[in-house]
């Protein structure tokens, strides 16, 4: 099951945009500024979106655009989500990339085609990594980064303490340090968190063997796999399967 329900989907090109009433949003409302400008107002303060910049409105929160004569192309996106999207700020400045046009033009292509907000709605779940992603690199130190970027490729592989020092050439305490710093976590912790992140969507989109995805996360002992997911999870691989089949 995806973890977005996309409500809205629209792509407006070459247009002057048009007031939107001030009100409360019951679900995320992220729009992305391609050309032109965009004027919102937030927090009772004007805001200036220009091509590059987004604007991510949380449910709960108070959502009021004003009328441009400025020609734009803009995207927006309604939806609601379990996604962790707590690091990604309100309004975020030359945040666009080729990757992030990239989504949008495949987003195009798949509402265009045939309508289907479900397709969309995947789409947009790389995009939103891509911006969480983004604005994490933006703040984070060199050393942090480095180590994150290493972790995220090679997590399938035996990663230690140890071997993180050796590839960059610090000690142990020292990456650790950074590293917890800026990520919150130590280098392990971190480590295993996306191991059981990668490990719950392939429960929840493949029918790969539970053994099988316990060897794609990096772990060939399967039941040290299925205890220590228990811990992180709160449930057994089995029962998290189940349970997200049934929604």
Known sequence: MNPIQLLYFKHNINVRPRHVHRGRVTYYDLTIVLKGELHYVKK???????AGDFILIRPGEMRQRLDSSVISEYVSFNFTT????????GVSENAASVEMNRLISACDGCFNSDKDL???AYLLGALLLLIRDHVS???????????KNYVLQNYTE???LAS????????ASYCNS???KEMGKSIVLYLIG???????ELLIYTDFPLPEIAAKVGYEDYNYFSRLFKKHVRFTPTQYRARRAEK
Do not use: C, G, Y
């Not at 009772?44 to 220009?50: T, Y």
């Not at 690199?137 to 480095?146: D, E, F, G, I």
């Open 194 to 200: 996306e191991r059981m992140r990668k490990a719950k």
């Open 178 to 180: 950074v590293f917890k």
């Open 44 to 50: 009772s303060a004007p805001v200036l979106l220009k």
């Open 137 to 147: 690199n933006a703040q984070t130190h060199p050393l942090a980064l480095a180590i």
């Open 164 to 171: 993180v020092a050796e590839r960059f050439h610090f000690s």
């Open 118 to 120: 479900n397709k969309v």
């Open 82 to 89: 379990d996604m962790d999207l707590d690091a990604v700020p």
């Open 158 to 160: 035996r990663i230690t």
